[in-house]
């Protein structure tokens, strides 16, 4: 499996509308993408940033649907939000746990 984490840091106040888009972007990509989880989180220390970690069933199917071009407009609306560049790296997953949601 492979792994994407990233940090976004949004304009002050701006972080509710980073946050919706970034789902608006796993909508488009569709359910069939080969993304099997994702999670967006806030940071308790700095109210503008946001973490996001991806788990892909492989690298192709990642770029196959990030290159997309849903994926890619919504990509360009996240952009104006940003205080700074994403920063984020890349990583294969070696044990995944977790529990289904009631």
Known sequence: MFSVYGRMTALPG???DLIAL???GFRVGGEDSGLLAYSINT????????WLTQLWIDKEAHDTVTRSEPVAAVTRRVL???AQQPEGSYGHAV??????NP
């Open 95 to 100: 044990h995944v746990h977790g529990r289904g």
């Open 14 to 16: 701006r972080r509710d």
């Open 43 to 50: 940071a308790v220390d700095e109210p503008d940033t946001v």
């Open 80 to 82: 104006p939000l940003l």
């Open 22 to 24: 970034l789902l608006d």
